[in-house]
């Protein structure tokens, strides 16, 4: 079993960053990769950005590259997103998921409660 958690969203001004960490706990084998997605009311869950337990490599959803970047603290096992330039457009609630290789479909094995991001204009 895994456990994520989610942790700093906010409000945050068009233009502005934020920077999400990903906590997880319980057993994760190498396999393992970390995602992020974001889900606004009415819309369909999105795929973001993922990294494999290592860090080495990371897939982003053609919408954020560059504008979003995922990174790993392998030590504490530990996922970020910072988010730059945020638009209102990225006002959503964001998701942080383990699944046993990379994917971009909202299928993953294990979810954090999601935390808010609200970006105003």
């Known amino acids: 079993q895994v456990q994520l958690e989610e942790s700093g969203g906010g409000l945050v001004q068009a233009g502005g960053s934020l920077r999400l960490s990903c906590s997880t706990s319980?057993?994760?084998?190498?396999?393992?990769?970390w995602a992020w997605f974001r889900q606004a009311p009415g819309k369909e869950r999105e795929f973001l950005a993922a990294?494999?337990?290592?860090?080495?490599?990371?897939d982003y959803a053609d919408s954020v590259k560059g504008h979003f970047t995922i990174s790993k603290d392998n030590w504490k096992t530990m996922v970020f997103l910072q988010m730059n330039n945020l638009k209102p457009e990225d006002s959503a609630t964001y998701y942080c998921?383990?699944?046993?290789?990379?994917?971009?479909?909202?299928?993953?094995?294990?979810w954090g409660q999601g935390t808010q991001v609200t970006v105003s204009s």
């Open positions: 998921a383990v699944n046993a290789g990379f994917s971009r479909k909202p299928d993953y094995d294990y």
């Open positions: 319980g057993t994760v084998y190498g396999n393992y990769v």
């Open positions: 990294i494999d337990w290592r860090g080495a490599n990371t």
